[in-house]
């Protein structure tokens, strides 16, 4: 069994799913979990120290056990900039703020409307209707601390990148944060109310 089936199993064992194992050269072990998303399900479950905890106990004992070698244990939950890897990962953040990296830039698919090198992009995640992925965005021009928005000014214009998953080379929640408390821009989550960003 490897390393990766070992502790996957023993997170799953525990009721958690395995979001992420990292290995480093030093010897580190990092293990992101997360309670399995149950479609239509009330409410999101949010991962706690004690799960976090108890998910280290039993995995210090498997690898003991397993005699894995590593000088350092760490579990935590995904944050937020989780890592999207499986259909279902897609499926659950549908509407949320993504950032893709493509394997391959987009090429003549752009259609002159971005760079044809460009493989990174970030939008809102929705189902294409051919059954697909898509990322939607404006690629509105930053605004300066202070400055103020013409409430006459046109929007950019919407963008839709469809994609397969076997396209992308990663995918990972857009790290989102608003510490003044004032929601983002409809349209596009780097801009805010006040100019910050």
Not at 77 to 105: C, M, N, Y
Request: proline residues 6%.
């Amino acid at each position: 069994m490897t390393l990766q089936q070992t502790i996957e199993g023993t997170v799953r064992g525990l009721g958690f799913e395995l979001v992420e194992l990292e290995r480093s050269a030093g010897g580190l072990l990092r293990v992101t979990i997360d309670w399995p998303w149950v479609p239509g399900a009330d409410g999101e479950r949010l991962i706690g120290v004690d799960d976090c905890e108890r998910v280290t106990r039993q995995l210090q004992y498997v690898l003991e056990v397993e005699q894995v070698d590593y000088t350092r244990l760490e579990v935590s939950s995904p944050g937020i900039d989780r890592v999207l890897r499986h259909a279902l990962d897609f499926e659950r953040f549908q509407g949320e703020w993504v950032d893709v990296t493509l394997k391959a830039p987009i090429g003549a698919a752009a259609a002159g409307q971005v760079s044809p090198n460009r493989k990174k992009f970030r939008g809102e995640l929705r189902k294409s209707a051919a059954g697909g992925w898509q990322l939607v965005w404006r690629d509105e021009p930053r605004l300066k601390p202070g400055q103020r928005v013409s409430s006459k000014r046109a929007p950019a214009p919407e963008q839709v990148l469809d994609f397969e998953l076997d396209e992308l080379a990663s995918a990972r929640l857009a790290p989102v944060v608003d510490f003044k408390g004032r929601r983002p821009r409809a349209g596009n989550p780097e801009q805010r109310v006040d100019g910050a960003g």
